[in-house]
């Protein structure tokens, strides 16, 4: 049996209870109640909030929409038939033309005296006019300098002078656990402060630039909005929420302050932003294909398409290469290859480290100016290949050369066409038309060669193969069969 121990208070406490009841008296339970405990540690965020919330405006925005009202069914068939219209119809015409006023409703922040403001580019995307309100009540109308849709950021000025500045802090600091608070006006309610942690520092949600992630409550309205630190500091602008509802679920994003402060700049001075590319298509890299391409570790981009004539094709960079670094920097994910050719400067010469055949080699690269969309000006299509009696079965797959002419409409200097596909290299996803490029690292430079290789094969062993499909390169990586 288990021994318990009460300590004296208890035992006199219990005693004088069963004495108290035995005589026929109630005792209040509050006289047992456990002494109140003082909760301490949480932030007080009144001062903090008396000192940042002057800089955070609303911004309300107007678009102009022409409406033309069309003519009724009736009235376009009795026109037609008759070659009239009918009576008023005229009139009607002439009152078809309508100016509809869609109205938004964001937040945004001041961040020098003179009126500069950022803002969310969704939040003034396709408005006419842009009006700010501060806290003061006064209302000015901002002047869209400019804005960028592959970060969400806007920059706005208003005429003022010793205007209330928020300072801005550096997002690249912030760790995970942080308290954070949002200012905005979800909803249309001006001023609404909603405090929290950060949740990641860094989270890639497929977008240009990775997200801050709170667990401060953010609503439609607060995009634009400040995230502000415990120092006063905004460190990122309150953009997107994770929501199955439309409303706040627990998640909310903000793009980092340091990125969208460069994209301010730039702005400011030209407008618009001018960003790097190299001219490549990029895709990630699963652990097995590393495995088979015996890579360090799972990290780095697999580049699918060179373009004729790009930046990296002067540089030597080719399909099947997988970049390792850029400028120095480790690449593990499609977007941040993308952040990190979109941030150099253009004209200058960038280092590209990539694994190509079992060895890494380090080329240089000057991006060019990104057209418009950011994405790749063409792409080569590949053409559906003859079949040939010439073929042979290997893997699972019969295959017969290139000529001259598909190599060219490729651009590819070798390789092998699939002609026809079963068993494991259906159940792999390889079918007719694929063309073979490399097999373990080794060039396929004819049909002949590629039977070679397959009789060199270590059954035990992965193998890789390097694969063109509607200009597009990619790695599969199967076990081959013992039959």
């Given at each position: 049996?288990?021994?318990?121990?009460?300590?004296?208070?208890?035992?006199l406490t219990l005693a004088t209870f069963f004495a108290l009841s035995?005589?026929?008296?109630?005792?209040?339970?509050?006289?047992?109640?456990?002494?109140?405990?003082?909760?301490?540690?949480?932030?007080?965020?009144?001062?903090?909030?008396?000192?940042?919330?002057?800089?955070?405006?609303?911004?309300?925005?107007?678009?102009?929409?022409?409406?033309?009202?069309?003519?009724?069914?009736?009235?376009?068939?009795?026109?037609?038939?008759?070659?009239?219209?009918?009576?008023?119809?005229?009139?009607?015409?002439?009152?078809?033309?309508?100016?509809?006023?869609?109205?938004?409703?964001?937040?945004?922040?001041?961040?020098?005296?003179?009126?500069?403001?950022?803002?969310?580019?969704?939040?003034?995307?396709?408005?006419?006019?842009?009006?700010?309100?501060?806290?003061?009540?006064?209302?000015?109308?901002?002047?869209?300098?400019?804005?960028?849709?592959?970060?969400?950021?806007?920059?706005?000025?208003?005429?003022?002078?010793?205007?209330?500045?928020?300072?801005?802090?550096?997002?690249?600091?912030?760790?995970?656990?942080?308290?954070?608070?949002?200012?905005?006006?979800?909803?249309?309610?001006?001023?609404?402060?909603?405090?929290?942690?950060?949740?990641?520092?860094?989270?890639?949600?497929?977008?240009?630039?990775?997200?801050?992630?709170?667990?401060?409550?953010?609503?439609?309205?607060?995009?634009?909005?400040?995230?502000?630190?415990?120092?006063?500091?905004?460190?990122?602008?309150?953009?997107?929420?994770?929501?199955?509802?439309?409303?706040?679920?627990?998640?909310?994003?903000?793009?980092?302050?340091?990125?969208?402060?460069?994209?301010?700049?730039?702005?400011?001075?030209?407008?618009?932003?001018?960003?790097?590319?190299?001219?490549?298509?990029?895709?990630?890299?699963?652990?097995?294909?590393?495995?088979?391409?015996?890579?360090?570790?799972?990290?780095?981009?697999?580049?699918?398409?060179?373009?004729?004539?790009?930046?990296?094709?002067?540089?030597?960079?080719?399909?099947?290469?997988?970049?390792?670094?850029?400028?120095?920097?480790?690449?593990?994910?499609?977007?941040?290859?993308?952040?990190?050719?979109?941030?150099?400067?253009?004209?200058?010469?960038?280092?590209?480290?990539?694994?190509?055949?079992?060895?890494?080699?380090?080329?240089?690269?000057?991006?060019?100016?990104?057209?418009?969309?950011?994405?790749?000006?063409?792409?080569?299509?590949?053409?559906?290949?003859?079949?040939?009696?010439?073929?042979?079965?290997?893997?699972?797959?019969?295959?017969?050369?290139?000529?001259?002419?598909?190599?060219?409409?490729?651009?590819?200097?070798?390789?092998?066409?699939?002609?026809?596909?079963?068993?494991?290299?259906?159940?792999?996803?390889?079918?007719?038309?694929?063309?073979?490029?490399?097999?373990?690292?080794?060039?396929?430079?004819?049909?002949?060669?590629?039977?070679?290789?397959?009789?060199?094969?270590?059954?035990?062993?992965?193998?890789?193969?390097?694969?063109?499909?509607?200009?597009?390169?990619?790695?599969?990586?199967?076990?081959?069969?013992?039959?």
């Amino acid at each position: 049996m288990q021994e318990f121990t009460l300590n004296p208070i208890k035992k006199l406490t219990l005693a004088t209870f069963f004495a108290l009841s035995a005589l026929g008296m109630s005792v209040p339970k509050q006289a047992f109640a456990a002494p109140p405990v003082a909760v301490s540690g949480l932030p007080d965020l009144t001062g903090l909030v008396e000192q940042v919330a002057p800089a955070v405006v609303n911004i309300r925005t107007v678009e102009k929409i022409q409406i033309r009202r069309g003519l009724s069914e009736f009235d376009d068939y009795f026109f037609r038939f008759f070659g009239m219209p009918v009576p008023g119809m005229q009139q009607r015409q002439r009152q078809e033309p309508e100016e509809q006023v869609r109205q938004g409703m964001g937040s945004g922040f001041i961040i020098s005296e003179d009126g500069y403001i950022l803002t969310n580019h969704h939040v003034i995307n396709g408005a006419d006019e842009v009006f700010v309100r501060l806290t003061d009540k006064r209302e000015f109308t901002a002047k869209v300098i400019g804005s960028d849709k592959r970060t969400d950021v806007a920059l706005l000025k208003i005429n003022g002078s010793n205007l209330p500045v928020l300072k801005t802090g550096h997002s690249a600091d912030i760790k995970a656990g942080q308290w954070v608070l949002a200012i905005g006006s979800p909803f249309k309610l001006d001023n609404t402060v909603t405090a929290g942690i950060i949740s990641a520092t860094a989270r890639d949600t497929g977008d240009y630039l990775p997200l801050i992630q709170t667990d401060v409550a953010v609503n439609p309205g607060n995009s634009g909005g400040p995230l502000i630190n415990m120092n006063g500091e905004a460190i990122g602008i309150n953009s997107q929420i994770f929501s199955r509802s439309g409303g706040y679920m627990g998640i909310s994003f903000a793009v980092p302050i340091d990125e969208a402060l460069q994209v301010a700049d730039q702005l400011k001075k030209t407008g618009k932003v001018k960003r790097g590319q190299i001219g490549v298509h990029i895709s990630e890299i699963n652990e097995e294909t590393a495995e088979a391409m015996n890579l360090p570790d799972s990290k780095g981009i697999l580049v699918a398409h060179v373009e004729s004539g790009s930046p990296a094709e002067k540089a030597g960079i080719e399909a099947g290469d997988v970049i390792l670094k850029y400028n120095g920097h480790a690449v593990e994910k499609a977007s941040e290859m993308s952040r990190l050719v979109g941030e150099t400067p253009v004209g200058t010469t960038a280092s590209v480290t990539v694994w190509r055949k079992g060895a890494t080699h380090t080329l240089s690269v000057r991006p060019k100016v990104m057209d418009s969309d950011g994405k790749a000006d063409k792409k080569v299509s590949a053409k559906a290949a003859k079949d040939s009696n010439r073929s042979e079965k290997v893997l699972g797959l019969t295959v017969d050369e290139l000529d001259a002419d598909q190599k060219k409409s490729l651009g590819v200097k070798h390789g092998v066409v699939i002609t026809s596909t079963k068993n494991r290299a259906q159940a792999i996803g390889l079918r007719k038309g694929d063309v073979i490029v490399r097999m373990n690292n080794v060039d396929v430079t004819s049909v002949d060669a590629f039977q070679q290789a397959v009789g060199a094969l270590d059954k035990r062993k992965m193998v890789l193969l390097m694969v063109l499909r509607n200009g597009m390169v990619n790695y599969v990586a199967f076990q081959p069969s013992s039959d």
